[in-house]
């Protein structure tokens, strides 16, 4: 067995069994301390990647993204999701070529979401589906066995519904996703009915806000937590306030207790 398929097989062995945390870096340094932490798996976050490279969510080209995906797989050897937005390209042939491109870079998982740049915030459920079985199809016909996320992002476009939610995700289910996921919830009983409608297939849940424990989320049946940009937003909090206190007030005072960061970055 080679490596990217050790890979695959021990992600698809973390979904079934336990709730385990999959935090998202943004370049390598964070990647790697991550791993460092004990963490099982990792996945990308396009919005804190796009935030390196000085833009917001969403303008990152394709070939950036598969650039990324492939640098952070390289550094860590635990599996890594990707976070593949809405695969690039909106007709299901642009989808399956690039999902093609992105399990190439050697990552163990990948996600595709149904939002849009167009006047309707959400694909219609009809192409929103083609879309996940054109991914399907590109994963079986790569032969890696990439964990295949559908990802509905309802309530991120303020489309919130939660029947709409478990309607979109048993379609993906339906059409070849291994792990479902609707991101941005906040409250315990949306995490469970969607747990529920879609079992015995996994749900990742994303956790932003301090609003659920991992042990609360492990009751409620989900096996997969991820946090997105936060923890890059984290970073850039404590980054920001440094740096703003030295443009108004010339002072330096959280330049205390601060982490040791070449020792991080020197362990094997």
């Known amino acids: 067995m080679n490596a990217l398929a050790e890979r695959v097989a021990a992600f698809r062995g973390l979904h079934s069994t336990d709730c385990f945390v999959m935090p998202n870096p943004w370049d390598v340094g ?10 099982q798996a990792l996945a990308t976050t396009s919005a804190g990647f796009a ?11 394709r070939d950036e993204a598969l ?40 990552v163990a998982g990948l996600s595709i979401g149904d939002s849009t740049d167009g006047a309707s915030p959400l694909y219609e459920l009809g192409l929103a589906v083609e879309r996940i079985r054109a991914a399907r199809q590109a994963i079986d016909d790569s032969g890696t066995g990439v964990l295949l996320t559908g990802r509905t992002e309802g309530f ?10 478990i309607s979109r ?4 289910s339906e059409a070849g996703a ?3 996921y609707a991101p941005r919830l906040d409250h315990a009983d949306q995490v469970a009915a969607i747990v529920a409608a879609v079992s015995p297939k996994p749900v990742n849940l994303l956790i932003n806000s301090p609003f659920i424990t991992v042990a609360q989320a492990k009751t409620l049946g989900v096996r997969r937590i991820s946090v997105g940009g936060t923890l890059a937003r984290a970073a850039w909090k404590g980054w920001l ?19 040791n960061v070449e020792e991080l970055m020197s362990r094997p």
């Open 30 to 39: 964070s990647a790697r301390v991550l791993e460092q932490l004990g963490f």
């Open 51 to 61: 935030w390196t490279m000085g833009e917001p969510d969403n303008r990152v080209t």
């Open 67 to 106: 650039v990324h995906l492939r640098t952070v797989a390289e550094a860590v050897t635990v599996p890594v999701n990707a976070d593949f937005q809405g695969g690039f390209g909106v007709d299901p042939l642009d989808v399956y070529n690039n999902v093609t491109l992105a399990v190439a870079t050697g």
């Open 156 to 165: 991120v476009v303020g489309q919130g519904d939660i029947d709409e939610t």
């Open 169 to 172: 995700l048993r379609a993906y």
């Open 178 to 180: 291994d792990c479902l």
């Open 241 to 259: 306030a440094a740096a703003t206190e030295i443009a108004a007030e010339g002072t330096f005072t959280r330049f205390e207790q601060l982490p």
